[in-house]
Structure formats: structure tokens, C-alpha cells
T-cell receptor, first 114, second 108 residues
């Protein structure tokens, strides 16, 4: 079954404690991205990757890092989380950069930073 | 500044009561407009792509249309399983921008 898998689904952490949210896709997609979703603001792109070892900033990259060492995996790293990073996070993948909107999304990770 | 605005924020319908959702946009260089469905606790699910004014796409009870300044998602004779949040997004020069969504509840 084609899918994008994120882990964990729920996470509560304390300010400053480094964390990683994993994302894996099994569709051999080139393009992957991370979004955050906040009430009234819609989905906002954090980072994206057009292929292995190629990553770039989205609209709200501050406080986040990513890496793309393998095609299937695209982890999101928060080096020093702060309460304003409390949000619902989605990983997405699509066939290529020209079709990034036709994306498969993961189930989401609800992060709370206290 | 590019903007994508969806209205209404929430919509409550009786089963069978057709209605329309609106997505208005002010962007330069529209390359495409997209509709998604999002169920509670899940990620968005891609529905449609529209590229040019006058274009229409249909899927079951959903029909999306596009003009130069807005898109409509028409829900015909909705069923309770059509309850979800519907998101639209626009691609402006390679940058995808989402609206905040319309939450639709269809009651039996």
C-alpha cells in the first residue's frame, strides 16, 4: 500500500530538548516536504527536498532542520524546540517537483512543547 | 501580497442539501489551483487540479470550477461521509500557498 509514515503521532516535550520526527515514503517519490498546520493559518511549508541531498527552505524554516540522505526518508529535526513550535506537522511526498501539489500526506504528528 | 481565502469557515448541511465552498485568491502567475479533503486526525488527501479559467473537474458528488479570481467546490446531494475540512491551495511561480479551509458537517 502506498503510504507516507510519520513517527511519532503524538509528542510532548520540554523547551530546548532536541527531537526528531521521522518520515518515510514507499512510492519512490523524488519530492518530499514538511508542513505545519495551525488554526486559522492553513498549511505552511517548512522545508522541501527535490531529491536526495537536495533540500531548501520553505516559508517558515526558522528553528527546523532537515536532511535527505536516502530517497525514502526525510526527517524533521528541532534542535532546540520552543513553545511557538507547538503545532500539527505533516510530511508529504509527490512524484516530482513539478507535481508537488499532487501529494500524499502522512497522518500527522501533533507536537506540544512546554 | 499573495493571498488565498476560503469561505465560509464552517458549513453545516442536511443530507441531500447541495452547497458550494469558495476559494478566492490574489496571486501573481497562477500555475494551478488544488483542492484537498482532510478528515479529522488525518493528513490532507489530494482531490483536484485546475489550471485555467473555465476548467471543471468532478469526482462523485464533488465538482470544482475555476475563474480568474476564485474557485468553487460544489457538493451535490451530500452524504454524512462527505463531512470533512476542504482545503484549497494555489501554485504561484512554484510556491504552494494554502487557504485555512472550510469545515463541512453533513447531518443525516
Amino acid at each position: 500500500e502506498a503510504q507516507v509514515t510519520q513517527n511519532p503521532r503524538y509528542l510532548i516535550t520540554v523547551t530546548g530538548k532536541k527531537l526528531t520526527v521521522t518520515c518515510s515514503q514507499n512510492m519512490n517519490h523524488e519530492y518530499m516536504s514538511w508542513y505545519r498546520q495551525d488554526p486559522g493559518l492553513g498549511l505552511r511549508q517548512i522545508y522541501y527536498s527535490m531529491n536526495v541531498e537536495v533540500t531548501d527552505k520553505g516559508d517558515v524554516p526558522e528553528g527546523y532542520k532537515v536532511s535527505r540522505k536516502e530517497k525514502r526518508n526525510f526527517p524533521l529535526i528541532l534542535e532546540s524546540p520552543s513553545p511557538n513550535q507547538t503545532s500539527l506537522y505533516f510530511c508529504a511526498s509527490s512524484l516530482s517537483s513539478g507535481r508537488e501539489a499532487e501529494a500524499f500526506f502522512g497522518q500527522g504528528t501533533r507536537l506540544t512543547v512546554v | 501580497e499573495d493571498q488565498v481565502t476560503q469561505s465560509p469557515e464552517a458549513l453545516r448541511l442536511q443530507e441531500g442539501e447541495s452547497s458550494s465552498l469558495n476559494c478566492s485568491y490574489t496571486v501573481s502567475g497562477l500555475r494551478g489551483l488544488f483542492w484537498y479533503r482532510q478528515d479529522p486526525g488525518k493528513g490532507p488527501e489530494f482531490l483536484f487540479t485546475l489550471y485555467s479559467a473555465g476548467e471543471e473537474k468532478e469526482k462523485e458528488r464533488l465538482k470544482a470550477t475555476l475563474t480568474k479570481k476564485e474557485s468553487f467546490l460544489h457538493i451535490t446531494a451530500p452524504k454524512p461521509e462527505d463531512s470533512a475540512t476542504y482545503l484549497c491551495a494555489v501554485d504561484s511561480w512554484g510556491k504552494l500557498q494554502f487557504g485555512a479551509g472550510t469545515q463541512v458537517v453533513v447531518t443525516p
